[in-house]
């Protein structure tokens, strides 16, 4: 029987890291992760629990009332021009970062997200205070016309660094 060329023999270098698995996780790095994320997320959970006392000292009934539904009425449509962007930049920025191109994706990304988020949130404001989403069950647009430009407002900062913050990780 022939024997083997030392070429035939020896495993390729991507033979081994199929055969490897995984890379080992980092204690380190995943306990900074954490850390770092998980005090982002308690921050940004807690500081609604700490503006209440201040909201309904300041506030009149009706006007925290008030500010709740633009708060609600804000979430929904943050959820509704989100349309799981994240997500899927997530998981093409590093197969585009491995091909080269992984700045050039997140700047098409971040600024996609921001025209779109922008154009939603400049037809919002444009119907709200054309009098066309004066509705019954959200405060009027006409009546409380800087606090629905701020909220509106902050839809496209808010979605925008959703991508910068998926990029950073």
């Known amino acids: 029987a022939a024997t083997?060329?030392?070429f035939e023999r020896a495993p390729s270098a991507s033979r081994k890291r199929a055969r490897a698995g995984p890379p080992p996780v980092s204690i380190r790095l995943l306990s900074r992760d954490v850390a770092f994320y998980g005090v982002l997320d308690f921050l940004q959970r807690s500081?609604?629990?700490?503006l209440v006392p201040i909201y309904t000292r300041v506030l009149t009934t009706s006007a925290y009332g008030s500010l709740?539904?633009?708060v609600t009425a804000w979430s929904v449509l943050t959820v509704l021009v989100d349309l799981q962007f994240v997500a899927g930049f997530s998981r093409l920025y590093l197969e585009r970062r491995?091909?080269?191109d992984g700045p050039q994706f997140a700047g098409t990304a971040?600024?996609?997200r921001?025209?779109?988020a922008t154009a939603v949130a400049a037809v919002v404001l444009c119907l709200g205070f054309a009098g066309f989403l004066e509705l019954s069950f959200i405060p009027s647009f006409?009546?409380?016309?800087a606090a629905w430009t701020l909220l509106i407002a902050g839809v496209p900062i808010a979605l925008t660094y959703d991508v910068l913050l998926a990029q950073a990780q």
Do not use: E
């Not at 500081?47 to 700490?50: A, D, S």
């Open 4 to 6: 083997a060329s030392a």
């Open 47 to 50: 500081l609604g629990i700490v």
């Open 68 to 70: 709740d539904l633009m």
């Open 98 to 100: 491995r091909m080269g």
């Open 110 to 112: 971040i600024l996609t």
């Open 114 to 116: 921001l025209i779109i």
């Open 142 to 145: 006409l009546q409380h016309r």
